[in-house]
């Protein structure tokens, strides 16, 4: 069976909605509800997601290297089966053990489901022509939160969090499900060079200077971004902000990622992916940066947005540029572990900055370890230009 190019991308981009909407975005809405309802307290229920993050981290190297060799089909509707069975399981949770559990299992299903794996499919379905995908499956992935939090707002005020979650789970089995079995590549070419793609993600050492510089800027940078959508309020409210102004503000931050990337979209992929990444890292610096100096936040925090959702899009592009198509799938899943491990580090690591250092230096804090990715990124952009200038021959 032929599959067109956009039948791909859409389906993906239906299943990064509806996946993202029901794990990492899926407490904001309902931690309330399921606290007044078991009396758990905020750490123990952002804990699970923690849990789901550390999971997920540690089981992303294998579905990278499980998608390198089938094409995706397979692993992504097991990733997607898992989040209906984890989904299930929370709806259904009385205690803590069998939360964190539900988490767990959620955890497995977004290994397999989310940015990581998709673009992975992308990569093995497109090859070296994957970026152009690659970036409109971001510009999908954008409205998770714009369309999940209002569903999942309204979900809770009518029927309880539980029903919220068990209608998330049926979300999964009658419409992510059946588009992942009939949109998503089954080899789409993988199998004839199965033993090149695995070769191909392994040959890439961990001391590569290339690899090195995508590590230490997406881990610090999935660090800032997770400490900032959990903490943001805390930090804009410690600094003078109301708490209505600092949830305006940060209602500018998915517009601006939406809208950096359909300017890189507009591009159509002239420029070499590592521009994207130091112009993603110098607005994030910008971002931050801008609100420790005064700057005004909500110029500030739409130049944190767009530097975030560029790299979003140069996570996945410019290890493709880099080091090519075969062994994509698996490099994806190597790369995903340290940052997933980063992000579910985060939510502890911010709480405790603010609690013995305070709000305003954690800003501080902020803005000095986004110099950091900046950095990487200049370094292999020099790394970059200089092969590009070596003779051929």
């Known amino acids: 069976m032929s599959l067109s190019r956009t039948g791909i991308i859409s389906a993906l981009g239906v299943i990064q909605i509806l996946a993202w909407g029901s794990t990492f975005y899926l407490m904001a809405p309902l931690a309330e509800a399921i606290g007044a309802d078991t009396g758990w307290s905020p750490a123990f229920l952002s804990a699970g997601v923690s849990v789901a993050l550390l999971v997920s981290g540690l089981a992303a190297p294998a579905v990278g290297r499980w998608i390198g060799r089938t094409g995706g089909r397979v692993p992504l509707s097991l990733g997607l089966a898992c989040l209906a069975a984890g989904l299930v399981m929370l709806g259904l949770a009385r205690g803590p053990a069998v939360y964190l559990l539900a988490w767990g299992l959620l955890g497995l299903g977004m290994a397999a489901s989310l940015y990581d794996a998709a673009f992975s499919v992308l990569g093995v379905a497109f090859g070296q022509n994957a970026r152009a995908a690659i970036t409109q499956l971001t510009l999908w992935g954008g409205f998770a939160s714009t369309v999940c939090w209002p569903l999942s707002a309204w979900l809770v005020e009518s029927f309880g969090w539980r029903v919220a979650c068990f209608s998330y789970a049926a979300l999964h089995l009658c419409v992510t499900l059946p588009l992942c079995r009939r949109f998503v590549p089954r080899v789409a070419g993988a199998a004839a060079r199965a033993d090149i793609s695995l070769q191909g993600g392994a040959a890439v050492r961990a001391m590569d200077l290339r690899f090195l510089c995508i590590v230490i800027a997406g881990v610090l940078l999935t660090m800032l971004s997770t400490i900032w959508s959990i903490h943001m309020v805390t930090i804009l409210t410690a600094g003078g902000s ?123 804090s902020l803005a000095v370890v986004a110099v950091i990715p900046l950095g990487a990124a200049l370094l292999l952009a020099a790394r970059v230009l200089r092969e590009r200038r070596q003779p051929i021959g």
């Open 242 to 364: 109301s708490l209505a102004a600092a949830i305006a503000l940060g209602t500018l931050i998915g517009p601006a990622q939406v809208g950096a990337r359909v300017v890189e979209m507009l591009g159509r992929g002239r420029h070499h992916p590592i521009w994207t990444m130091g112009m993603a890292t110098g607005l994030v610096l910008i971002g931050f940066a801008g609100l420790q100096a005064g700057f005004p936040a909500a110029v500030a925090l739409i130049a944190y947005g767009a530097g975030n959702g560029l790299w979003s899009i140069a996570r996945g592009a410019l290890p493709l540029a880099l080091f090519g198509p075969d062994g994509y799938a698996a490099l994806m899943g190597r790369l995903a572990r340290p940052m997933l491990f980063s992000a579910a580090a985060a939510p502890t690591v911010g709480a405790f900055l603010i609690e013995r250092i305070g709000a305003e230096r954690t800003m501080t």
